[in-house]
């Protein structure tokens, strides 16, 4: 089965036989998936009315555990977006009624962050639509091969670990 990566990993070797393109093949293909997933992030976010960028700060905040709060720093590991953009995010996500701000009582000075029942049930919505979509990018894939290329992937990303 040839797909279009194939013909521009062709029309390159034509022209630049000199290169090796080995890794066209496997990051062309890898920011061709992404897209489509952007795309089904999107739908799946809209559809339970939340941005992209609200599902990742309320996803880290569903995944903390009861009572579902971080700190600000916490929250800023988690989404790898600065201070600033977090302290908008966070404001704007209090304003919609999914998030609290509240006083963090081991440090007088510092605040929480808190899932409200009504940001729980908006990232389990929008979490719940997102495994339906990425299920049908998977579809096609035994289970034998999700596992390898799940440890592929994993192998690939672990010089960007923290």
Do not use: C
């Given at each position: 089965?040839?797909?279009?990566?194939d013909?521009?990993v062709?029309?390159?070797?034509?022209?630049?036989?000199?290169l090796?393109?080995?890794?066209?093949?496997?990051?062309?293909?890898?920011?061709?998936?992404?897209?489509?997933?952007?795309?089904?992030?999107?739908?799946?976010?809209?559809?339970?009315?939340?941005?992209?960028?609200?599902?990742?700060?309320?996803?880290?905040?569903?995944?903390?555990?009861?009572?579902?709060?971080?700190?600000?720093?916490?929250?800023?590991?988690?989404?790898?977006?600065?201070?600033?953009?977090?302290?908008?995010?966070?404001?704007?996500?209090?304003?919609?009624?999914?998030?609290?701000?509240?006083?963090?009582?081991?440090?007088?000075?510092?605040?929480?962050?808190?899932?409200?029942?009504?940001?729980?049930?908006?990232?389990?919505?929008?979490?719940?639509?997102?495994?339906?979509?990425?299920?049908?990018?998977?579809?096609?894939?035994?289970?034998?091969?999700?596992t390898?290329?799940?440890?592929?992937?994993?192998?690939?990303?672990?010089?960007?670990?923290?």
């Amino acid at each position: 089965m040839r797909d279009e990566v194939d013909e521009l990993v062709d029309a390159w070797a034509r022209e630049r036989p000199d290169l090796d393109l080995a890794p066209v093949e496997v990051f062309s293909r890898i920011s061709r998936l992404s897209r489509h997933l952007d795309l089904a992030r999107r739908d799946a976010f809209t559809a339970a009315q939340v941005e992209s960028w609200e599902f990742d700060v309320l996803a880290a905040l569903r995944r903390a555990g009861s009572p579902y709060e971080l700190s600000p720093g916490r929250l800023l590991r988690e989404t790898l977006v600065t201070s600033g953009t977090m302290t908008n995010r966070v404001d704007r996500l209090a304003a919609r009624g999914l998030v609290e701000r509240l006083p963090d009582p081991r440090d007088r000075r510092g605040v929480l962050v808190r899932l409200t029942p009504e940001g729980k049930a908006a990232v389990d919505t929008a979490f719940g639509a997102l495994l339906e979509a990425e299920q049908t990018f998977l579809a096609g894939l035994p289970d034998r091969d999700r596992t390898r290329l799940a440890g592929l992937l994993r192998t690939l990303l672990a010089p960007f670990a923290d």
